[in-house]
């Protein structure tokens, strides 16, 4: 009976492979992409270039072209492409900001539950599994209060949006509130930069005036970047800033009261 039970803890061989292939994949796009260049499309200099075809394609084909800009999303989000920004002001710049946050938003969510997927079937159960106690301890206390962990990491942009994804799934976070605080989380920061991104026509035309000036100095190199994330304000900043910290004052509470309780 001992026998029995060990085999069926312990997975087959087969079934390691097949839980190792959505990891092999990733990383195989990860490698393509980098490999092919395709990383460097993804930049305002080349939006600038096709923006005016982009613009037609949108007005023959709009449900077609929301798809296919949802499809882009979700899969640089599911490879850790640092694009959500850049992606987001695009997608406010295409479909307005009302439909471009929302469909960034969803796009961004479903790319997350992915990679959260993905990591901890492939990486955070063996791992967790393997771990000491103390992880063991740190990461039933994250499971306890993971939903608003997680909504406050979300709130701030300044944290990594990869990372978080990783170490929900490290910590063996649940579906379904990681989803539901990934969504809630990120619907400011995505309305934030659609919003921004709707209001890009200015920001093209001095674009295309410092490329006219570059040109007509003679330089070679005319590239004049732009990040997306400086469409952010810093007022617009410490808001979202004050809403991640929000977020963890019912952690904070609950804290400093188990230990009242515990020092009564």
Same mark, same amino acid.
């Given at each position: 009976?001992?026998? #029995? ?30 490999? #092919? ?9 080349? !939006? ?19 798809? $296919?800009? =949802?499809?882009? &999303? ?18 406010? &710049?295409? !479909? ?14 479903? =790319? ?15 791992? %967790? ?11 039933? @206390? ?20 990869? %990372? ?15 989803? %539901?605080?990934?969504?809630? @989380?990120? $619907? ?25 000036? *570059?040109?007509?100095? =003679?330089?070679?190199? *005319? ?31 609950? &804290? ?9």
């Amino acid at each position: 009976m001992a026998e #029995t039970q060990l085999k069926h803890d312990r997975p087959g061989g087969g079934r390691r492979f097949w839980r190792m292939v959505p990891l092999a994949l990733v990383l195989l796009g990860i490698g393509a992409v980098f490999a #092919t260049g395709a990383h460097r499309s993804l930049t305002f200099d080349t !939006f600038i270039r096709y923006q005016a075809w982009l613009q037609e394609l949108v007005a023959a084909r709009s449900l077609a072209m929301l798809g $296919l800009y =949802g499809l882009i &999303y979700v899969a640089a989000v599911t490879l850790s492409l640092p694009a959500s920004a850049f992606l987001t002001a695009i997608g406010g &710049y295409l !479909f307005g900001w009302p439909l471009g946050g929302i469909t960034a938003n969803l796009a961004a969510t479903l =790319g997350a539950a992915n990679i959260f997927l993905i990591a901890r079937t492939s990486l955070g159960r063996p791992l %967790l599994q393997r771990a000491g106690s103390h992880i063991q301890n740190l990461a039933e @206390g994250f499971r306890k209060q993971s939903f608003l962990y997680l909504l406050s990491l979300r709130l701030i942009p300044v944290v990594p949006f990869w %990372l978080t994804n990783l170490a929900a799934a490290f910590f063996g976070m649940r579906l379904k509130p990681f989803v %539901l605080a990934t969504q809630l @989380g990120m $619907l400011p920061a995505s309305f934030a930069f659609a919003l921004a991104g709707s209001g890009l026509d200015e920001v093209i035309a001095r674009h295309e005036r410092l490329r006219a000036d *570059c040109l007509a100095a =003679g330089r070679s190199n *005319c590239t004049v970047d732009f990040s997306a994330k400086s469409l952010l304000t810093p007022e617009l900043m410490v808001a979202l800033a004050i809403l991640g910290i929000l977020a963890l004052v019912p952690i904070a509470l609950r &804290y400093w009261r188990s230990r009242a309780i515990g020092k009564g």
